[in-house]
């Protein structure tokens, strides 16, 4: 049974650094892509970061770019989002998700649908206070 349990999420004032964390359990941290999503109240899904199975590769929504960076520790089976320069439109709940292992895709546009996703954690609220 593959789980993501996502950890490191809180308060936090505008401008303030943040690193989420999602621990996989599970045959499927290995040819596998992660990625994390956010929701804020009343609006839908959307795609922050993903990273690719090798690591070699990372995805970014453009209002996160140059301000939060994807990583993946392979040997702690964990993933991680470090969030600086926080804002307060970043207030949302937090979801890890990986793709199922041996997936692929290429082209454009590949790694930013939620569909694209098989295994998603319970989420982590993340609060920026103006």
């Known amino acids: 049974q593959v789980q993501l349990v996502e950890s490191g999420g809180g308060l936090m004032q505008a401008g303030g650094s943040l690193r989420l964390s999602c621990a996989t359990s599970?045959?499927?941290?290995?040819?596998?892509?992660m990625a994390w999503f956010r929701q804020a109240p009343g609006k839908e899904r959307e795609f922050v970061a993903a990273?690719?199975?090798?690591?070699?590769?990372?995805w970014y929504a453009d209002s996160v770019k140059g301000r939060f960076t994807i990583s993946r520790d392979y040997a702690k089976q964990t993933s991680y989002l470090q969030m600086n320069s926080l804002k307060p439109e970043d207030t949302a709940v937090y979801y890890c998700?990986?793709?199922?292992?041996?997936?692929?895709?290429?082209?454009?546009?590949?790694?930013?649908?939620?569909?694209?996703?098989?295994?998603w954690g319970q989420g982590t609220q993340v609060t920026v206070s103006s």
């Open positions: 990273i690719s199975w090798s690591g070699d590769s990372t």
């Open positions: 998700a990986s793709t199922a292992s041996g997936y692929d895709c290429a082209g454009y546009g590949c790694y930013v649908k939620s569909y694209e996703y098989d295994y």
């Open positions: 599970g045959r499927i941290f290995s040819g596998n892509a």
